[in-house]
């Protein structure tokens, strides 16, 4: 309990700091503006050789300027009353708010000018010369002031909907990745499991060696995954990790039918690569490429940077694909969903000249930040 008094009073400290920075950044920018007016007011004077006192200067444009800092947040509050019902209704609110608000603003403006400054011996000698005088000009520029804080208040509202609605899409499509990068394990993971525990069963009493040394990788395996704090992106060389597992356990099966190259370059292994992104395309190098094949086959993995993206490569000489038919697994077309909701590559499945398949990703090159 204290401490989730503690953690309320810490907030509450914190939105309170933060309504104070604003409160002051608000009142800065009203008096740098009622400042910035009365040197231009001034400089004119001094080039018509009119002689302007700065007292009065300043008795005309603070209280000017800092009532519509006080009348700004009434104007933003009808501003998203009236936002959401067309333009009739959002004219028919602000007219005539437009007119009280400007004609408020400047008696009181002007009200609080003559408290200030008093009587001006060249243009005004009453309160009422000054009303007269002065309310139907400054009138028309509180109509002008209305309308333009309101189009800047509209403009800030919408831009920070905006920035909400992006926000909001990212974490959907963040979301859309972790659901689709779950679904990938929960096919993977049990597939390739029971493959493994069925070889291992084939191999207990053939070759207990053999099936001990599958034991332990499928171990290092799942340790791997247990491990793993299902973050979207990993390290290459973590992912390496488990394609090594994935490929010590699969070297025992095919025994000595199978020859593995990798190319991994040494500038690469810090690269951030969606997690579980190789094993899908190793695996469909060995069982639609090399397993139905009776003889030796060759895999081949190249991974290196090719200007500014990350080149993968899964070659096989294995039977290749039929003739006009590049249909998909389930692997390769789960690993082109996942690019595509991340937006984070391409992948091209295409035969080799020389026989067999050629699977290249190619992503944007991006160091992994913990």
């Not at 309170?16 to 231009?40: D, P, V």
Request: hydrophobic share 45%; net charge neutral.
């Amino acid at each position: 309990m204290p401490t989730h008094a503690a953690s309320t009073v810490n907030i509450s400290s914190t939105d309170a700091r933060a309504r104070l920075k604003t409160y002051a950044l608000g009142f800065g920018f009203w008096t740098l503006l009622a400042l910035s007016s009365s040197i231009s007011m001034m400089l004119t004077s001094i080039n018509e050789g009119v002689s302007r006192s700065w007292q009065r200067t300043l008795a005309w444009n603070l209280p000017d300027f800092y009532l519509w800092m006080l009348l700004a947040p009434l104007i933003g509050w009808l501003g998203r009353r009236s936002a959401h019902y067309g333009w009739g209704r959002f004219l028919a609110v602000h007219l005539p708010a437009s007119v009280v608000m400007s004609a408020l603003q400047t008696t009181i403006m002007l009200h609080a000018y003559w408290q200030w400054h008093g009587s001006d011996p060249i243009s005004f000698k009453s309160l009422d010369d000054l009303l007269r005088i002065e309310f139907i000009y400054q009138f028309h520029l509180g109509v002008i002031t209305y309308w333009l804080i309101l189009t800047i208040l509209r403009g800030l509202d919408s831009r920070r909907r905006l920035k909400g609605e992006q926000l909001r899409n990212a974490q959907l499509q963040g979301q859309l990745a972790q659901a689709q990068l779950q679904a990938l394990r929960m096919q993977l993971q049990p597939h390739f499991l029971f493959n493994t525990l069925n070889a291992i069963s084939a191999l207990a009493l053939a070759a207990p060696s053999q099936a001990r040394v599958m034991i332990a990788r499928l171990s290092d395996f799942l340790r791997l995954t247990l491990e793993e704090d299902h973050t979207q992106s990993v390290p290459l060389a973590r992912e390496l990790q488990y394609l090594d597992c994935y490929l010590a356990i699969q070297q025992i099966r095919f025994q000595d039918r199978l020859s593995t190259q990798l190319e991994i370059a040494a500038d690469t292994l810090n690269a951030a690569v969606p997690h579980l992104i190789l094993q899908p395309l190793v695996e469909n190098a060995l069982h639609h490429g090399l397993l139905p094949m009776p003889g030796y086959g060759v895999l081949r993995i190249a991974i290196r940077r090719d200007h500014n993206d990350l080149l993968v490569l899964v070659e096989d000489d294995g039977q290749g694909l039929p003739a006009g038919d590049l249909v998909e697994g389930i692997g390769l077309g789960n690993t082109r969903a996942r690019l595509s909701a991340l937006g984070a590559g391409q992948l091209a499945l295409q035969p080799r000249p020389e026989g067999g398949t050629r699977v290249e990703l190619r992503m944007p090159f991006a160091l992994y930040a913990a």
